[in-house]
Protein backbone atom coordinates (compact mmCIF):
# COMPACT_ATOMS: atom_id res chain seq x y z
CA UNK A 1 0.00 0.00 0.00
CA UNK A 2 1.46 3.33 -0.95
CA UNK A 3 1.49 5.98 1.79
CA UNK A 4 -0.24 9.84 0.63
CA UNK A 5 2.01 12.28 1.08
CA UNK A 6 -0.14 15.58 2.82
CA UNK A 7 1.61 18.97 3.19
CA UNK A 8 1.54 20.43 6.24
CA UNK A 9 2.31 23.82 7.22
CA UNK A 10 3.33 24.71 11.49
CA UNK A 11 2.72 27.79 12.78
CA UNK A 12 3.78 29.53 15.81
CA UNK A 13 2.63 31.96 18.15
CA UNK A 14 -1.18 31.86 16.06
CA UNK A 15 -4.17 32.88 17.56
CA UNK A 16 -7.30 31.43 17.14
CA UNK A 17 -11.03 31.63 18.29
CA UNK A 18 -13.06 28.33 18.50
CA UNK A 19 -16.46 28.89 19.11
CA UNK A 20 -19.75 26.55 20.37
CA UNK A 21 -21.34 27.44 17.25
CA UNK A 22 -21.22 29.02 13.66
CA UNK A 23 -23.51 31.67 14.41
CA UNK A 24 -21.36 33.01 16.93
CA UNK A 25 -18.30 32.46 14.64
CA UNK A 26 -20.42 34.58 11.91
CA UNK A 27 -21.54 37.49 14.09
CA UNK A 28 -17.75 38.45 15.30
CA UNK A 29 -16.83 38.82 11.79
CA UNK A 30 -19.73 41.10 11.18
CA UNK A 31 -18.93 43.07 14.28
CA UNK A 32 -17.85 46.18 13.21
CA UNK A 33 -16.38 47.11 16.35
CA UNK A 34 -14.47 44.36 17.05
CA UNK A 35 -10.34 44.35 16.60
CA UNK A 36 -9.79 43.16 13.36
CA UNK A 37 -10.25 38.73 12.63
CA UNK A 38 -8.93 37.27 10.17
CA UNK A 39 -10.22 35.52 7.51
CA UNK A 40 -12.09 31.88 8.91
CA UNK A 41 -10.46 28.59 9.19
CA UNK A 42 -13.77 26.97 9.49
CA UNK A 43 -17.18 27.85 10.19
CA UNK A 44 -16.21 28.02 13.81
CA UNK A 45 -12.42 28.99 14.03
CA UNK A 46 -11.36 32.36 13.61
CA UNK A 47 -7.94 33.36 12.82
CA UNK A 48 -6.79 36.74 15.55
CA UNK A 49 -3.85 39.05 14.09
CA UNK A 50 -1.05 38.22 17.05
CA UNK A 51 -0.79 41.95 18.73
CA UNK A 52 -4.64 41.89 18.65
CA UNK A 53 -5.50 39.15 21.35
CA UNK A 54 -6.27 40.87 24.42
CA UNK A 55 -8.50 43.59 22.68
CA UNK A 56 -10.77 40.63 21.38
CA UNK A 57 -10.23 38.80 25.07
CA UNK A 58 -11.69 42.32 26.24
CA UNK A 59 -14.68 42.29 23.36
CA UNK A 60 -15.65 39.24 24.20
CA UNK A 61 -15.33 39.88 28.04
CA UNK A 62 -17.55 43.34 27.36
CA UNK A 63 -20.18 41.57 25.23
CA UNK A 64 -20.70 39.34 28.23
CA UNK A 65 -18.49 36.29 27.04
CA UNK A 66 -15.99 34.05 28.99
CA UNK A 67 -13.12 33.11 26.91
CA UNK A 68 -10.99 30.31 28.18
CA UNK A 69 -7.43 31.03 27.50
CA UNK A 70 -5.17 28.36 26.57
CA UNK A 71 -1.35 29.32 25.84
Given at each position: MEKTRIPVKLHRRVCLIQTGDAVLAEELLRARNWPRILPPLTDRVL??????????????QKNGHTPQVIQ
Open positions: FVRPNRVQAVIQEL
